[in-house]
């Protein structure tokens, strides 16, 4: 039985559900929100197309001892307005470390003991408040993280050079935000190394795409949904077919002691290994500021 809880049922946990449910990746959905109604607006919404949809999945809405027998929990709460206006996710940070707060100790008390994927912003800070009050391990909570900005960094690379955004091979790092930075030396297009194919003015110019496309997206239609659903459903795939994919998430690093996005292999057990990169000296450092920043924040912001 492969069960998964969706708590935040905006735009984007909407979006999981609706995906998770069509294609037929669960057997169960719990939908929680503190607007009870969107909770159940949602549920009767998706429970009135079972007659029509491809696969049988067994839905509840709006209690959170349902989590309790959960293989994952998706948390995507939160409201992005006021990082759209500032440009910085931070900007949503003391609302959403109050969320994940409360957030993490109804999951607590739920007895829930499964993998945790966060999605709300600022993604690498609220996952590491997750974790902290939760109890769970860090391995068991990770956050989607630059899974999206490497995607999107993939996509621009990709339209550059008149390319399948699928063979384009690399990462983009750090912060799930406005320090993030694409990893030039790990890039490569059809096994050529991209940073031979750019100078650096346009290699720059590439790498701040990604983050501004986000607030592009999130400007005109008022929020971001399809990409980051995408990049939750692939991952809770992930898990449930122990898949050990490689892909650069949002994942707490001994180093730097924080949460940033970084690449691991996730599998049935969440994070099952994170492999060190062969970054250049630039890079580390890129990824060292980025670190600093989340850390600082919450600080910043912490009791």
């Known amino acids: 039985m492969r069960k998964v809880g969706i708590i935040g049922m905006g735009h984007v946990g909407a979006t999981v559900a609706f995906d998770l449910f069509t294609h037929g990746y669960v057997d169960e959905l719990v939908l929680l929100d503190k607007n009870e109604a969107k909770a159940e607006a949602e549920y009767n919404d998706l429970s009135d197309t079972l007659a029509r949809n491809d696969y049988y999945v067994k839905l509840k809405f709006g209690k959170w001892d349902d989590l309790r027998d959960a293989d994952i929990i998706v948390t995507a709460f939160g409201d992005i307005k006021a990082s759209v206006e500032s440009g910085d996710r931070f900007a949503e940070l003391p609302i959403n470390m109050k969320n994940a707060k409360e957030v993490g100790a109804k999951i607590k008390a739920s007895g829930f003991n499964g993998i945790l994927i966060n999605i709300s912003n600022p993604c690498d800070a609220v996952s590491a408040v997750l974790q902290k009050v939760t109890g769970l391990s860090k391995d068991q909570v990770f956050g989607t993280g630059t899974f999206l900005d490497t995607a999107r960094m993939q996509r621009i690379v990709g339209e550059k050079l008149h390319e399948n955004p699928k063979n384009v091979e690399?990462?983009?790092?750090?912060e799930h935000g406005s320090s993030q930075f694409t990893a030039w030396s790990t890039l490569r297009v059809n096994n050529r190394i991209a940073a031979q194919l750019f100078d650096e003015q346009?290699?720059?110019?590439?790498?701040?795409?990604?983050n501004k496309n986000s607030f592009k997206v999130a400007r005109g239609k008022g929020y971001t949904s399809y990409a980051i659903a995408t990049c939750a459903v692939k991952l809770v795939q992930a898990v449930f077919t122990n898949a050990r994919m490689y892909e650069p998430v949002s994942v707490y690093?001994?180093?730097?002691?924080?949460y940033v996005g970084?690449?691991?292999?996730i599998g049935s057990d969440g994070i099952e290994e994170v492999l060190k990169l062969q970054l250049t000296s630039s890079e580390r450092e890129k990824l060292a500021g980025s670190a600093e920043k989340i850390k600082h924040n919450l600080e910043k912001y912490a009791d």
């Not at 690093?253 to 924080?258: A, D, Q, S």
């Open 170 to 174: 690399g990462w983009v790092l750090g």
């Open 202 to 210: 346009t290699q720059q110019e590439l790498s701040d795409q990604p």
């Open 253 to 258: 690093l001994p180093e730097y002691k924080t």
């Open 262 to 265: 970084y690449p691991a292999i």
